[in-house]
Every structure is written in structure tokens, then in C-alpha cells.
């Protein structure tokens, strides 16, 4: 029997026609057993629009973050794969779906984006400065951090149920950074992580802040570092030692 996959769109303040167009788009190519969006703070307009697809709406009052929303809405999947894609599409569902494939055939335990693979296909670029910003992220976490990617922030990831059960009490981070959480801890687990190139599309009015976001990923790099390494050290304790015949 095939893996189930459930999906999670975490949105804030997002384009409601793309968001849409979107769901729809990995409601067809994906074929999810279940698609949650997870929005904050929303307009009732929105929630009148989006009340009107095929998907769960579960809608906070106040901006959770992120990371926050994906938690929330991974603890309520009940799937093996669980998946989460960016509102803005910025990531096509064709590729989401690239991303997901290795989670469902069993070939991975965490699938993670890459724009920023040398086969990834980016057909609009970020501005200069967000590009710097994030070329520099990724050159201090690989150097940093137990998993060594080219990209830690694309937003199309997947994880199976059980490695998601297995580090869901150390991820804390309500923001961006829950990425960056997902893919050590896995890794520090022992984890198998595959990186898939995507095609990529940069979407304008992005929600990351150009001056706090590199503060906070830089503290959570020398924090989840720290964690990642108490993580690994306590898989490798209570891990059976292999005793040799005699």
C-alpha cells in the first residue's frame, strides 16, 4: 500500500488568487489525503474564499510564525509523509511533488527543496541583496551544522511520520528558522536526507525580514548546533553496541 501524504500551507496575509491557484494546483498533482492551510491572522474575505475549497482551513488570530504554523499543522496530520509547501507557490507543485517522492517510496526519511542545487532551474531571481543574505546563511550552516546542503530555506520540504515524531519535542522555533531545526535534528537522528533540486520562482512582498532575519538564523545556527550535538550524543548512548564473536 502507497504511503498517505498530507500537505501544509502555512500563509500570512498571502495573495488569495495565487493561494488558490495554488491549492488547487497540488490538490490535481499531488492527489494529498489531506491539505491544510495554516493561516494567521487573516482577513474574513479570505477565509469566505478559502472555505470554498476541498482543504482544511485552520485559522489563528494572531501571527504565529512560520515554524509555529507548520507544527501545528504537522501534529494534526495523521499521514506517513508529511509535506509542507510556501503560500506563494514560489516552488511549482510539480516539484513539491519531486520533493515528496522519495519520503513516500521509503528512500528518505526527510526530502528537502533546493533552489540553490547546481540542477535546480531558478527562473526568477531574488533582489541582490536577498540573494546575498541567503548565499551567506547557507555558506555559515553547512559549515556549522551536521547536514550539509546547499539550501536550508527553500519552502517545499517532507518528512515521514515517525522521523517527524522522533524530533518533534526538540523543534521550538515559531519563525524561519524551523527549517533549519527540521533538517538537523533529522540529520542528528541518523536520519536519511536527500536534497532535490527544484524549479524555483521568486515571489515579491516576501515576510522575511531583511535585518532581524539574519540575527535570528545566526543564533539558531550556534543553538541548534549545540542541540543537534546533545541530540546525536544521546542517539549514540543508548544506541546497542555491536559485540564481536570471539
Keep these: 500500500m502507497a504511503a498517505s501524504l498530507g500537505l501544509v500551507v502555512p500563509a500570512y496575509r498571502p495573495d488569495v488568487d495565487r493561494l488558490i491557484r495554488f491549492l488547487k494546483e497540488l490538490s490535481v498533482t499531488l492527489d494529498p489525503a489531506a491539505l491544510r492551510v495554516e493561516i494567521d491572522d487573516p482577513r474574513p474575505e479570505t477565509i469566505d474564499r478559502l472555505d470554498e475549497l476541498p482543504v482544511t482551513v485552520n485559522a489563528a488570530e494572531q501571527r504565529r510564525g512560520k ?11 495523521e499521514t506517513d509523509v508529511l509535506g509542507f509547501a510556501d503560500a506563494d507557490g514560489a516552488t511549482p507543485a510539480a516539484s513539491v511533488a519531486d ?9 528518505a526519511d526527510l526530502a528537502v527543496g533546493s533552489r540553490r542545487h547546481p540542477e535546480a532551474t531558478v527562473v526568477a531571481h531574488q533582489t541582490l541583496l536577498r540573494r546575498e543574505m541567503g548565499d551567506a546563511f547557507a555558506w555559515l550552516a553547512r559549515r556549522l551544522l551536521p547536514v550539509a546542503l546547499y539550501d536550508y530555506q527553500c ?5 515521514a511520520a515517525d522521523a517527524w515524531a522522533a524530533i518533534r519535542d526538540h523543534i521550538t522555533a515559531p519563525g524561519f528558522a524551523w527549517d533549519v531545526e527540521l533538517i538537523s535534528f533529522t540529520g542528528a537522528r541518523g536520519g536519511r536526507i536527500v536534497e532535490i533540486p527544484v524549479e524555483w520562482h521568486d515571489r515579491p512582498g516576501s515576510t ?7 540575527l535570528e538564523f545566526g543564533r539558531t545556527v ?8 546533545a541530540i546525536a550524543a544521546d542517539r549514540e548512548a543508548t544506541e546497542p553496541t555491536a559485540v564481536e564473536d570471539g
Design 208 to 214: 522575511v525580514s531583511a535585518l532581524g532575519a539574519p
Design 155 to 159: 519552502g517545499a520540504k517532507a518528512i
Design 99 to 107: 520533493v515528496c517522492e522519495p519520503v513516500i517510496d521509503g528512500t
Design 222 to 229: 550556534l543553538s541548534v548546533r549545540r542541540r543537534a550535538g
Design 67 to 77: 515554524g509555529a504554523a507548520l507544527t501545528a499543522g504537522f501534529d494534526r496530520l
